[in-house]
């Protein structure tokens, strides 16, 4: 990895990022004592850099509608098992609040790719969102640059498009039609855009090695993401993958703890894929350099209909129940829930005499 003002992670670690035969010795034993050490650093660098608050965003997953076939998820267009919905504008709206009078100060609306709502629909909703007084983060895939750019200047700050893999073949394979080239473009487009942008990526994806999983610690540094999704893969029944093997959530921690060394301002959530595959899973990423969690925020009666993955949590809980929830997750282990809302501190410094920057 390139010396850059972003490896100085390195220097809290007792691991270099920078020597690459070690982290692929490291990935191979992610249950290891090496690896125990890594979480500990990790966590210790967390508390240092972005405090020891848990920021939480709501989650509003307001179409399953996707243009796409990603090989891997259970909304691909070829999934004709799915019971498509979409929310209206004024369903959306209501979720956020909702979400506001629960105490969220941040909601990401999340969609597959539903080439259905215009961009001036989406820009619609953001600025009555942002009339609420929340933050609008957008995780709603690949569109037009102008449209990244209305969506920024109706008010959105953030934008969650994770890279998925860095390894090119491989991204090929997974998303028929895609390439991660473009996947790249767009999101060094968005960070032009000033938008705090998230990257990340899935841990186990069939294919994937522990040199894959080092260009995506790359890649993530590369962009400087200002946040970064980490995930197990979760075999879906419905998909050409339901018959492979699934990630792990050691070594799905153990990149959350790498991904925080290299990136030590990033907003990192505690996946709820991981609270998906172990009960405490997003305990353990939280004790292993995560800062943030994103409770479902979606109607119930909508949440069956958005797998991604199987036996998702939250399916049968209500908005109220999982902010409930998640407090106490949160406190058991010695932590609070931020009031803030919770930006990059990276991102918000940059902005800081900087006119050009916008509102
Ligand atoms: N297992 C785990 N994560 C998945 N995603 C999609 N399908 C799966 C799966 N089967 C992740 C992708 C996507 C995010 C919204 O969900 O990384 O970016
Ligand atoms: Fe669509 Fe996203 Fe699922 Fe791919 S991962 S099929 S883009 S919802
Ligand atoms: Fe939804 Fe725990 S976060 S029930």
Known sequence: MGKSPNDLGA???RIDLNDQNRILRLLANPGGEEARQVLADADRLRSRTVGDKVHLRGLI???NYCRNNCLYCGLRRGNRKVARYRMTPEEIIAAAEHGASLGYRTVVLQSGEDPAYTAET??????DIKGLGLVVTLSIGEREPWEYELWRKAGAERYLMRHETADPALYQRLHPGQSLEQ???LLKILKQLD???????????????????????ELALALNAEMVGIGPFIPHPDTPLGREAGGTVELTCLMVALTRLALPYALIPATTALGSIDPFGREAALQAGANVVMPNLTP???RPDYQ????????GEEAADCRGCISKRIESLGRRVADD??????WLQRRVGSPVAGS
């Open 11 to 13: 220097s809290y670690s």
């Open 61 to 63: 997953e307001f179409s």
């Open 122 to 127: 989406i820009a619609a909703v953001i600025r």
């Open 183 to 185: 996947r790249v473009a």
């Open 195 to 217: 938008y705090q942008v998230g990257t990340g990526f899935m841990v186990g994806l069939p294919g994937q090695d522990s040199r894959t999983l080092y260009a995506d610690l």
């Open 300 to 302: 119930r009666k909508y």
């Open 308 to 315: 991604i993955y199987p036996n998702k949590i939250c399916l």
């Open 341 to 346: 809302p919770g930006h990059n501190l990276l």
